[in-house]
């Protein structure tokens, strides 16, 4: 049984910065394919950030500059460094995981079964 859990959303004002952290329950999730997404009302569920099971990163063009995701293998846990963030970053935002082939891990949602609860990031102007 894999479990995934967000933490660090917040509010922020344009321009701040947060980090964003996923912990996962089992350690093979080290070896996956591991990714953020984001879905704001009203939108379908986007992906933002990803990372292979060799640890390359693949991110949205809106985010690419602003935004970083590393995983930690020693404590089970994926992070998101948001930076610039800016009104249209405000989403609930999720982590996800599952055991890709690596042509897959920046795929859709649809490609992930396992997925944290979220975490709300809002950015005010």
């Known amino acids: 049984q894999v479990e995934l859990a967000e933490s660090g959303g917040g509010s922020v004002q344009s321009g701040g910065s947060l980090r964003l952290s996923c912990q996962f329950t089992?350690?093979?999730?080290?070896?996956?394919?591991m990714a953020w997404f984001r879905q704001a009302p009203g939108k379908e569920r986007e992906g933002v950030a990803f990372i292979d099971t060799y640890g390359i990163t693949t991110y949205a063009d809106s985010v690419k500059g602003r935004f970083t995701i590393s995983k930690d293998n020693t404590k089970n846990t994926l992070s998101l460094i948001m930076n610039s963030l800016q009104p249209e970053d405000t989403a609930m935002y999720y982590c996800?995981?599952?055991?890709?082939?690596?042509?897959?891990?920046?795929?859709?949602?649809?490609?992930?079964?396992?997925w944290g609860q979220g975490t709300q990031v809002a950015v005010s102007s």
């Open positions: 996800a995981a599952d055991h890709l082939a690596r042509r897959l891990c920046s795929g859709g949602a649809a490609e992930y079964a396992y």
């Open positions: 089992s350690h093979s999730v080290t070896t996956w394919c």
